[in-house]
């Protein structure tokens, strides 16, 4: 049990809370006569990325942990045993289903993946006001520059900050409403598109290897259905998750993972959806949605490789 205990640590979660202000009834009164009506097909703008209207306030948790224990595992100690009024989202834990995608010290990717050791954050002694309310600039590893820290967080890892996936409305606490995502995944209609008609034999039978497919045909879309759904690539995308109208990177993927598909034949129609200003033109090709994919898609080569498909017709 003791080396147990030695193997512990400290860590403090800083988390950036929100608790919606009960909704007020307003009648039967219509809106404003002078709102915007329309607007993208594909939704987003200021309705998406409105400031939500209620209590917000930044909480923190000290827990002693293990370095290898996941961010997710801190959470549910806290919310089992210290504040059980704490809300955020999880299902599996494992990386699998993607519900938990939230910020991690601003950078969107899965609470059920991101370690203690790899995202726990070391304060930053130039950021504090030296007494005469002056911030220190130059090398941190000078050591006559450096203030004198005497934190409790600089007995254990650090801290963690947490908020909510950038891009999307939020609900409560971590808890972001990513429906905007999904909708926009079901406008470009995410299943595969056949003709119909059922191919036939030499003698009448059917063709029960209609859809068999070879290796190369299958590889050109294989990594793409992988796509879990998580929204990590939105919210770090600068364009989406700025509150721009834009069908965004995972919507994008969807239809990428169709055409790609030699078994669909709504190929045309599919690159005639997004071939639109809030559609692929919107995409400024940063590539930040690569960056935290939790499974592995390189989103942004994926994008650029759409976007050339749409102009090249």
Excluded at 133 to 144: I, S
Excluded at 167 to 195: E, H, N, T, W
Excluded at 229 to 238: F, K, L, M, N, Q
Aim: with cysteine.
């Amino acid at each position: 049990m003791s080396g147990m205990d030695d193997a512990l640590t400290t860590v403090t979660l800083r988390v950036n809370r929100f608790t919606p202000r009960p909704e007020r009834d307003r009648g039967a009164r219509g809106g404003s006569p002078f709102a915007k009506k329309g607007g993208s097909p594909f939704g987003g703008g200021a309705s998406r990325n409105r400031r939500p209207r209620g209590k917000q306030w930044t909480q923190e948790y000290t827990l002693r942990v293990r370095p290898e224990d996941t961010v997710l595992d801190c959470l549910l100690t806290v919310k089992r045993t210290v504040d059980p009024t704490l809300a955020f989202r999880y299902s599996c834990g494992h990386g699998m289903c993607g519900s938990d995608a939230v910020a991690i010290n601003g950078t969107p990717t899965l609470l059920c993946t991101a370690t203690v050791k790899d995202w726990a954050q070391r304060p930053n002694p130039f950021a504090q006001p030296d007494d005469e309310g002056f911030r220190h600039t130059g090398d941190a590893d000078d050591e006559t520059t450096l203030p004198d820290a005497g934190t409790d967080a600089s007995d254990g890892l650090g801290v963690i900050e947490l908020a909510p996936l950038p891009g999307f409305p939020v609900q409560r606490d971590l808890i972001a409403d990513i429906d905007p995502m999904l909708d926009q995944i079901r406008k470009l209609k995410p299943y595969l598109q056949a003709d119909g008609v059922l191919a036939t034999t030499h003698d009448g039978k059917v063709d029960v290897f209609e859809y068999l497919q070879r290796p190369e045909q299958l590889a050109k879309y294989e990594m793409l259905s992988n796509c879990i759904a998580c929204g990590v690539c939105e919210g770090s995308c600068p364009v989406f998750a700025g509150g721009d109208a834009f069908i965004g990177p995972a919507a994008l993927i969807a239809a990428s993972r169709f055409v790609n598909d030699s078994r669909d034949t709504a190929t045309a129609a599919r690159l005639d959806a997004i071939d639109t200003a809030d559609g692929v033109a919107a995409c400024q090709s940063v590539r930040a949605c690569s960056r935290q994919c939790p499974r592995g898609i390189d989103v942004g080569e994926e994008m650029w490789q759409i976007v050339a498909k749409v102009k090249e017709r």
